[in-house]
T-cell receptor, first 119, second 111 residues
Framework: EAGVAQSPRYKIIEKRQSVAFWCNPI?????LYWYQQILGQGPKLLIQ????????DSQLPKDRFSAERLKGVDSTLKIQPAKLEDSAVYLC?????????????????FGPGTRLTVL | DAKTTQPTSMDCAEGRAANLPCNHS???????VYWYRQIHSQGPQYIIH???NNETNEMASLIITEDRKSSTLILPHATLRDTAVYYC????????????FGTGTRLQVFP
């Protein structure tokens, strides 16, 4: 089974520039998450999709960050304009729509992440 | 905020058991203890979860105290590839809610 795919793996930009990240979840996974991980910290949720609808975007800085999940499959996360403090690893994860009692239906599977450096 | 407390770092000799503790004194009755780990330059990986009984799978064992206020993740025969940051997370099981990560325990396995 293929895992969660993300691209690019690394990106270096200057502040005030724009950047976009792409995620392809595991086939059949209805729920998709974007997490931000700053160096030395655990990942923090930015936005969660259920199919192509937003479930939780309470921690997303909406003045500069946007995300979409067209057709309920792939997703893109965009930052415009970037700030120095946006330097982090951006992780995409996916899971099944519902947890299965006694199983691992709610397990979140993570991609390798995109490391963003803002200069 | 994370509901768990873990040591910042631990060392373990290769081939020995690694015992990673976690305190979760405010855990609710319907919350499970989950463990994920993150190897350098990779995304977090699910390890195991449990409610109150001890659990074991091919990766690890999870021991939860009777009062459920703490738990221990056991890697029975640690290898160099187990070097990673280990996260203990408390959450309601079998739903798709976000994971709330703390800073985890950095486990260094040495030869």
């Amino acid at each position: 089974e293929a895992g969660v795919a993300q691209s690019p793996r690394y990106k270096i930009i200057e502040k005030r520039q724009s950047v976009a990240f792409w995620c392809n979840p595991i086939s059949g996974h209805a729920t998709l998450y974007w997490y931000q991980q700053i160096l030395g910290q655990g990942p923090k949720l930015l936005i969660q999709f259920q199919n192509n609808g937003v479930v939780d975007d309470s921690q997303l800085p909406k003045d500069r960050f946007s995300a979409e999940r067209l057709k309920g499959v792939d997703s893109t996360l965009k930052i415009q304009p970037a700030k120095l403090e946006d330097s982090a690893v951006y992780l995409c994860a996916s899971s099944l729509e519902r947890g299965l009692a006694g199983g691992y239906g709610d397990t979140q599977y993570f991609g390798p992440g995109t490391r963003l450096t803002v200069l | 905020d994370a509901k768990t407390t873990q040591p910042t770092s631990m060392d373990c000799a290769e081939g020995r058991a690694a015992n990673l503790p976690c305190n979760h004194s405010t855990i609710s009755g319907n919350e499970y203890v989950y463990w994920y780990r993150q190897i350098h330059s990779q995304g977090p990986q699910y390890i195991i979860h449990g409610l109150k009984n001890n659990e074991t799978n091919e990766m690890a064992s999870l021991i939860i105290t009777e009062d459920r206020k703490s738990s221990t993740l056991i890697l029975p025969h640690a290898t160099l590839r187990d070097t990673a940051v280990y996260y203990c997370i408390v959450r309601v099981a079998y739903n798709t809610d976000k994971l709330i990560f703390g800073t985890g325990t950095r486990l260094q396995v040495f030869p």
